[in-house]
């Protein structure tokens, strides 16, 4: 090789300064600065790329309405917190609510799961299993009734849909354009990403999440990309969203040597309460009702649901509102502990009734209410450190274990409530000893546990998406 070849740059795409530097070691000895590869971030992938974080953002704004109608039509609510409004009405309209969300999403899944079989609607099985390639149809119709259903108190999170048409948009925007598969499927992780951003108004965190539970890649050609549609798509959203942290007015807790040595504890504990919750959200997942099934199955778990709900008004949606109180510090041992052992299980007869949903705010609610409950007790022996700050770090273990994704987990906390730096290490603890746990035993996470049966190419995955 000659010096003038050893000395020009091999990365793709082409630098406009093709000459390395005097020491003629390369850039991309740097593991995460690789070049392009199949994935060309040319013109028509950025000019794809934005488009989808318009539309992501505008289509997160959409879901949101019909969200805050379905809210508003069953409980009056408009503002503030939402298990407030559900325990302001009485117990006979909180179960009547839920029946008529049972009505609505087992006619509308069933219609679409019958008359949409063949169309793929399932945005982590198209990325992992295929070529991005989502329904547009299916993939707003399945939003849609999925927003309603939790509008009016069904035990799922309110991620998915945002998610999925995220992802849908990119992938007609992909065709539009002509894009090779594997800018695809990288323009679809970053639209489920961004849909996840605007929604929560968490950039960075919609960015991480495409990057490390996505796309499972943390270079740069993928990061740069994911931060510009999770950006873009967050500040489209700021035309109906607020832009303000998910958990407002949470305290700036301080650390202390109690926090940080029951982390370790806690890590633990959490880490096998993951397994738990994620081999069951598995279960349900690949037994749900199927067919004509929904039309009882999911009445009666609406129904039981709705009357769990009199007493315990904060198992009513996704689970907010349930996470804010214990980042708060509001409730004693006796309500977490039991919001801890109903949530996960009100949520996954929920989608075991047949349901299409998320789970990652019924996951980091679980791990808030779990956190507080075992910092009580905790306080018992080592006073001083606020149930809020537990839970914080309860939340934050809880959600990177359960998505086996500990950065995202940590980013998503921290963005969500705007506070918790200064608990970072014990975060951090926790987080990395859950997140092991859960995958030295076991190593699903919460997606990968609801992935379809294999079944024959006809359309098999869209059957069950």
């Not at 999440?209 to 270079?219: H, N, P, Q, R």
């Not at 690949?286 to 709900?309: C, E, K, N, Q, S």
């Not at 746990?437 to 079944?455: C, K, Q, T």
Request: charged letters at 10%; aromatic letters at 10%; a positive charge.
């Amino acid at each position: 090789m000659t010096q003038r070849e050893g000395s020009e740059r091999q990365r793709v795409p082409q630098p406009l300064i093709k000459r390395r530097i005097a020491s003629g070691r390369g850039a991309m000895e740097q593991p995460n600065v690789t070049h392009d590869g199949a994935t060309a971030l040319n013109g028509p992938f950025w000019v794809a790329l934005i488009l989808t974080g318009v539309a992501t953002g505008l289509l997160g704004d959409l879901l949101m309405w019909v969200l805050a109608l379905a809210e508003n039509a069953a409980f009056h609510y408009r503002s503030g917190s939402y298990q407030d409004a559900v325990a302001a009405v009485s117990g006979a309209r909180r179960v009547t609510s839920l029946l008529v969300a049972s009505a609505i999403g087992a006619t509308g899944w069933y219609l679409i799961r019958r008359l949409l079989r063949k169309e793929r609607a399932e945005i982590d099985d198209a990325l992992w299993r295929g070529d991005g390639k989502l329904s547009w149809r299916r993939s707003i119709l399945t939003s849609l009734v999925s927003e309603v259903v939790i509008g009016l108190g069904a035990s799922i999170g309110r991620e998915a849909a945002p998610k999925l048409m995220g992802g849908a948009s990119a992938s007609v925007l992909g065709g539009w354009f002509h894009l090779s598969n594997a800018q695809k499927r990288l323009l679809v992780a970053c639209g489920g990403g961004a849909g996840l951003a605007a929604v929560y108004n968490v950039p960075l965190g919609g960015a991480l999440f495409t990057a490390e539970v996505l796309y499972g890649s943390l270079t740069l050609p993928v990061v740069a990309p994911a931060l510009v549609c999770s950006g873009l798509a967050t500040f489209v959203g700021w035309l109906y969203l607020p832009n303000g942290a998910t958990y407002s007015d949470v305290p700036l807790y301080r650390f202390s040597g109690a926090i940080m040595t029951w982390s370790v504890l806690a890590g633990i504990v959490t880490g096998l309460v993951a397994v738990i919750y994620v081999r069951a959200i598995g279960w349900v997942s690949y037994h749900r009702a199927p067919g004509v099934h929904l039309f009882w199955a999911m009445p009666a778990v609406f129904a039981l649901v709705g009357v769990l709900g009199i007493w315990y008004p904060q198992l009513f949606g996704n689970g907010k509102d349930m996470a804010h109180m214990a980042f708060l510090g509001v409730g004693g041992f006796g309500l977490l502990f039991a919001l801890f052992a109903l949530k996960p299980f009100v949520t996954a007869l929920t989608l075991g009734s047949g349901a299409a949903g998320g789970v990652f705010t019924p996951f980091l609610s679980t791990g808030a209410v779990l956190g507080g409950a075992l910092g009580i007790a905790w306080s018992h022996l080592w006073p001083g450190t606020p149930v809020g700050a537990y839970a914080l770090v309860g939340a934050a273990a809880m959600i990177g274990a359960s998505m086996q994704a500990p950065l995202v987990g940590l980013v998503l906390v921290l963005e969500m409530t705007h506070t918790g730096f200064e608990l970072m290490a014990p975060m951090i603890v926790a987080t990395a000893i859950a997140t092991m746990i859960v995958r030295y035993i076991d190593g699903y996470s919460m997606y990968s546990a609801r992935l379809p049966r294999h079944e024959p190419a006809e359309g098999g995955d869209a059957a069950r998406a």
